[in-house]
């Protein structure tokens, strides 16, 4: 796994595995905040979704209209 800095953006490239647990991770957490702040929750949800908009194997949550935040 290696990270990268090129001006303002972080440039992480990782294997498949790296990048499954990566969302397991991210699953958990925010699973975890879901029992505390929906508004946090679907903060994560809408990252995990830009995260992946370039992913054609994801399929993204469709957030509702109270969560989203401005693109």
Do not use: C
């Amino acid at each position: 796994m290696t990270f990268a800095r090129e001006g303002e953006r972080v440039i992480l490239d990782m294997a498949t595995e790296d990048y499954n647990q990566l969302m397991i991770m991210l699953g958990y957490a925010t699973g975890a905040a879901s029992k505390e702040d929906m508004a946090m929750f679907w903060r994560w949800i809408q990252f995990v979704n830009r995260m992946n908009r370039t992913n054609d194997e994801y399929i993204p949550y469709v957030i509702p209209d109270e969560f989203r935040e401005p693109r």
